[in-house]
């Protein structure tokens, strides 16, 4: 954990700094909350957005050299995560599964997500210095029920995705979907 920690300090500017530690601390207070393993949650948090903030030309050059689906080329926010899950299991040995994907598909969702992924999931959305609409009902969601809370955020980010005409990743409709039909068979 010490590398990963190493690496934040010497890459991450003061702002993506506070939005990891940020992530962290909420998704270890969700894996309490939700009995989840908090050292696993914690890598995932840690490394989630490191290379978040990576100009764009470098992000395009991981995606081509890394042999990543061409539709994260010019989308470096959502090719970020994918090329932190592929660095941290080459470069950093981590082989847990929940945490790779966790740190993969924290910026669609996906669905039938683990507990950790949908704990780094709504950490990323919901830490305390985030700031949009339904963010407070979301995080409050968070503590009661964590599928609906999940529900409710991708549909935020599906709206906001759309009325910004954005390329809109096939995982989060998949990943709406999912949780919408998990909730009516929950009714």
């Given amino acids: 954990m010490r590398s990963i920690n190493?690496?934040?300090?010497?890459?991450?500017?003061?702002k993506r700094k506070?939005?990891?530690f940020a992530v962290c601390d909420l998704a270890i207070e969700?894996?309490?909350h939700y009995g989840a393993e908090k050292e696993r949650v914690k890598t995932a948090a840690l490394f989630h957005d490191m290379f978040r903030g990576?100009?764009?030309q470098s992000i395009n050059c991981?995606?081509?050299h890394l042999g990543l689906d061409s539709k994260y080329l010019n989308n470096p926010n959502l090719a970020h995560g994918k090329i932190a899950?592929?660095?941290?299991?080459?470069?950093?040995?981590?082989t847990d599964r929940?945490?790779?994907?966790?740190?993969s598909y924290h910026t669609t969702g996906r669905e039938a997500m683990?507990?950790?992924?949908k704990i780094i999931y709504i950490a990323d959305a919901t830490e305390p210095n985030r700031i949009y609409p339904r963010v407070e009902k979301i995080r409050k969601l968070s503590f009661d029920n964590l599928d609906k809370a999940i529900l409710e955020s991708l549909k935020h980010t599906i709206k906001y995705i759309e009325e910004r005409g954005l390329y809109l990743d096939n995982d989060t409709v998949l990943a709406k979907d999912y949780y919408m039909k998990k909730e009516k068979m929950n009714e």
Avoid: K, Q, W
């Fill in 6 to 14: 190493s690496y934040i300090e010497r890459n991450f500017n003061e």
């Fill in 18 to 20: 506070l939005h990891t």
């Fill in 30 to 32: 969700l894996a309490e």
């Fill in 54 to 56: 990576v100009p764009e």
């Fill in 62 to 64: 991981y995606v081509t």
């Fill in 85 to 94: 899950a592929i660095i941290m299991e080459r470069d950093y040995g981590i």
């Fill in 98 to 103: 929940d945490v790779i994907n966790a740190v």
């Fill in 114 to 117: 683990s507990v950790i992924e």
